[in-house]
C-alpha cells in the first residue's frame, strides 16, 4: 500500500527563518514520483516540485529546497528566510509508477510565517 | 481564463437534495479527478476518470457518482446530499499518470 506522512500537523515560525517539511512515504515500488502542492488561504493548489524516485539529486529554486533520501524515504522541503506569503498548507504526495494509479496525499502541513 | 473551472465555487443545500458539481478544462487532458478535502485530513480521491470511457472509484466514492461528459467535462453528483458531505470538493486533470495534476479553484459544499 502507498501511504505519505507528514508528521507536522502546524509549524509556526517568525519571517526570515529558515524552516523545513516533512515528508515520509512508503512503497513498495522501486519507481514512484513524489509531488509537493501549496495551497495559500485563498485556497488553490499549486503544484510545486516532481521528483523521479531515480533522481536523487537534490533541488533548490530561490528560497525552496527538497531533500529526496531515498534510503529513510523521505521527501523534505525547506523554505529559507521564510516570508508571509509563505503561510499556506502544503501537501506532499507519492504516484506509483503503474500507470493507472492516482495521487496519494499526505495530511498536510499547515505553515505559520509571522511577520 | 483559468484552465480548470468548477461551478458553483460555493453552494449551501439541505440533506436529502441531489447535487451536482461541474468540472471544466480547456488543457486538453484525458485525465481527470474529483478529491474531497477535509480539515486535517487532506485530500481524498472521490473518482477518477482516465478517458471518457473509462470511471475509476476512489477512496471515498459512496454517496457519490459521476459522469464524464466528454474529454473536457466531468461531473460529480451527490444524489442524496448528507450533512458530513460538507467539504471543499477540488476537481483535477493530469496529462498522464506521471506528471502533475492541475487543479480547479474548489467548490465548497455546505449540506445543512
Known amino acids: 500500500a502507498q501511504k505519505v506522512t507528514q508528521a507536522q500537523t502546524e509549524i509556526s515560525v517568525v519571517e526570515k527563518e529558515d524552516v523545513t517539511l516533512d515528508c515520509v512515504y512508503e512503497t513498495r515500488d522501486t519507481t514512484y514520483y513524489l509531488f509537493w502542492y501549496k495551497q495559500p488561504p485563498s485556497g488553490e493548489l499549486v503544484f510545486l516540485i516532481r521528483r523521479n524516485s531515480f533522481d536523487e539529486q537534490n533541488e533548490i529554486s530561490g528560497r525552496y529546497s527538497w531533500n529526496f533520501q531515498k534510503s529513510t524515504s523521505s521527501f523534505n522541503f525547506t523554505i529559507t528566510a521564510s516570508q508571509v506569503v509563505d503561510s499556506a498548507v502544503y501537501f506532499c504526495a507519492l504516484m506509483r509508477n503503474s500507470g493507472n494509479t492516482p495521487l496519494v496525499f499526505g495530511k498536510g502541513t499547515r505553515l505559520s510565517v509571522i511577520a | 481564463d483559468a484552465d480548470v473551472t468548477q461551478t458553483p465555487r460555493n453552494r449551501i443545500t439541505k440533506t436529502g437534495k441531489r447535487i451536482m458539481l461541474e468540472c471544466s478544462q480547456t488543457?486538453?487532458?484525458?485525465?481527470m479527478y474529483w478529491y474531497r478535502q477535509d480539515p486535517g485530513l487532506g485530500l481524498r480521491l472521490i473518482y477518477y476518470?482516465?478517458?471518457?470511457?473509462?470511471?475509476n472509484k476512489g477512496e471515498i466514492s459512496d454517496g457519490y457518482s459521476v459522469s464524464r461528459q466528454a474529454q473536457a467535462k466531468f461531473s460529480l453528483s451527490l444524489e442524496s446530499a448528507i450533512p458530513n458531505q460538507t467539504a471543499l470538493y477540488f476537481c483535477?486533470?493530469?496529462?498522464?499518470?506521471?506528471?502533475?495534476?492541475?487543479f480547479g479553484p474548489g467548490t465548497r459544499l455546505t449540506v445543512l
Open positions: 476518470s482516465f478517458d471518457v470511457k473509462d470511471i
Open positions: 483535477a486533470t493530469s496529462t498522464d499518470a506521471y506528471n502533475e495534476q492541475f
Open positions: 488543457k486538453g487532458h484525458d485525465r
